[in-house]
């Protein structure tokens, strides 16, 4: 006997009288047939999916590259990395000394006169201590030393001390006036010919106008000139003696850093803005030492009524920008005697015969100490610049 549950009434009952439900009435065989369970249907729910957002990467991308860019440029760190990296310090404090020593092979009656070093641009000089046997004379403006004496040997010389800073002139190009700002008084030093310096030689005034023919103010002048001689003179490690003129560097196309000043100069004259030579010495990190070297200083007036000196070194290429490793011992005044007076700084006379008088001229690093910019620092990156391996004019 089996007992089975009528799924409709839940009459209980057993099987032995059949399959009938006494309650209900209905048959067992309809009931299962009617009521066999059906299989479970899981109701499956597909995970939802997210909208695609292709702009969001770059986005987050966007916002990286320019924290690290605000690192960079407006933060003492960026300042320290970027001095350290391109190895040009932001500022310097060194010693050194130039020693100028002459050999003969007889004796011989010598003079010998170097500038004293100033402060001025980019630099403030501490001290400055000459050999002994020298006078100290003032020449249009100019302290020199000067040595006298006579033998076939001698070793004379400075030593300095310098702190020097790094400068970057940032002048947008509707702030500057043109030649008409500029004041008179560097017109008049500035703007002739000048031992080398000649804005009237050759076609120098014609290429300087057509260098400069669609610019509007000396800003624009100056870069126009500069971008010429960067991209058509090609430099050349000088020798000693005088540098060549203008015309020379123009047609040969190339030049030391005294050639290319002295084509900047000419050109810059020529098209109306005073211009003229600032020389020194410059420190090459690659090879260790110290050269001597020229470059250029310039007016830029505003359209305000002022103005600034600038730099402008076309054998580094440098525009408005001076570097911590160099400093200047002697700016140019104008007059093309002392231009002249600054190169032939070692004379001699002698009776009989020529003697074979061999100059030596060097300049040694007593100490240096580099600082590599913990100070906020912003960078131009059209006008980065790296100094490449101009020792010896």
């Not at 009434?9 to 066999?36: I, K, Y």
Request: a neutral charge.
């Amino acid at each position: 006997m089996v007992q089975i549950r009528c799924p409709y009434c839940e009459t209980v009952f057993d099987t032995t009288n059949g399959l009938r439900c006494p309650g209900c009435g209905m048959e067992w065989t309809q009931v299962q047939t009617q009521l066999a369970p059906q299989p479970v249907q899981e109701e499956y729910v597909q995970p939802r999916k997210t909208r695609p957002r292709p702009w969001v990467g770059p986005l987050i991308g966007l916002v990286v590259i320019f924290v690290v860019i605000i690192l960079l440029l407006y933060t003492p760190l960026g300042s320290y990395l970027f001095h350290v990296m391109s190895g040009t310090p932001s500022s310097a404090t060194f010693t050194v000394k130039r020693s100028v020593s002459f050999t003969s092979t007889k004796t011989i009656s010598y003079e010998m006169h170097l500038a004293k070093p100033v402060s001025g641009i980019g630099q403030t000089v501490r001290s400055v201590s000459p050999s002994s046997g020298s006078t100290e004379s003032t020449i249009n403006g100019t302290a020199w030393y000067l040595w006298n004496g006579s033998g076939n040997t001698a070793s004379l010389g400075l030593t300095v001390t310098v702190h020097t800073e790094e400068k970057k002139w940032k002048i947008a190009d509707d702030e500057a006036g043109n030649e008409s700002k500029i004041p008179s008084e560097l017109k008049v030093k500035y703007l002739g010919v000048e031992w080398k310096i000649d804005p009237y030689a050759g076609e120098i005034a014609t290429l300087s106008k057509n260098i400069t023919k669609n610019c509007t103010n000396v800003y624009e002048k100056l870069e126009a000139i500069y971008k010429y001689i960067v991209k058509n003179i090609r430099y050349v490690k000088g020798t000693s003696g005088e540098p060549n003129d203008p015309i020379t560097t123009l047609h040969t196309g190339v030049g030391d850093c005294d050639d290319q000043s002295i084509l900047f100069c000419s050109l810059s004259r020529a098209a109306g803005v005073p211009a003229w030579l600032e020389l020194g010495a410059l420190y090459v990190s690659q090879e260790g030492n110290w050269g001597p070297h020229a470059w250029v200083r310039t007016y830029i007036p505003y359209i305000n009524g002022s103005g600034v000196y600038v730099n402008i070194d076309t054998a580094n290429a440098m525009f408005l920008a001076r570097d911590a490793l160099r400093y200047t011992d002697w700016v140019s005044t104008g007059n093309g005697d002392d231009l002249r007076y600054y190169y032939f700084f070692f004379t001699y006379s002698y009776t009989g015969g020529k003697p074979d008088v061999s100059l030596h001229d060097d300049i040694s690093t007593v100490s240096m100490d580099i600082q590599y910019g913990l100070h906020t620092f912003a960078c131009d990156f059209r006008k980065v610049i790296f100094i490449h391996a101009v020792s010896r004019c």
